[in-house]
Nanobody, 115 residues
Framework: QVQLAESGGGLVQPGGSLKLSCAAS????????MGWYRQALGKQRELVAF???????TYADSVKDRFTISRDNAGNTLYLQMTSLQPDDTAVYYC?????????WGQGTQVTVSS
């Protein structure tokens, strides 16, 4: 089992940057992939970025070249560096961690892009 806790959300102006963090605890060594998802008000949760333990990354088209997913060497923390933020990026951002076919979720962190 894995526990995930996101942090780093907040209010940012259009064009600004934020870096989200996701602290993992528990059976970290068993994680085979981690990712970031987001859910805007009234919309379904969608994939933002995904990172496998082999280093393969996947990004949503809407965030390519603006967002970067990474993980520290110890594997304890997942990051999402977000640049050139736009109002459409406003959402609750969730961290996910996969162990075999089970996906664990954090509680989410709010990101609001507004002037």
């Amino acid at each position: 089992q894995v526990q995930l806790a996101e942090s780093g959300g907040g209010l940012v102006q259009p064009g600004g940057s934020l870096k989200l963090s996701c602290a993992a605890s528990g059976s970290i060594s068993r994680l085979n992939a981690m990712g970031w998802y987001r859910q805007a008000l009234g919309k379904q949760r969608e994939l933002v970025a995904f990172l496998t333990t082999g280093g393969r990354t996947t990004y949503a088209d809407s965030v390519k070249d603006r967002f970067t997913i990474s993980r520290d060497n110890a594997g304890n923390t997942l990051y999402l560096q977000m640049t050139s933020l736009q109002p459409d990026d406003t959402a609750v951002y969730y961290c996910s961690g996969d162990i075999l076919r089970v996906r664990y979720w954090g509680q989410g962190t709010q990101v609001t892009v507004s002037s």
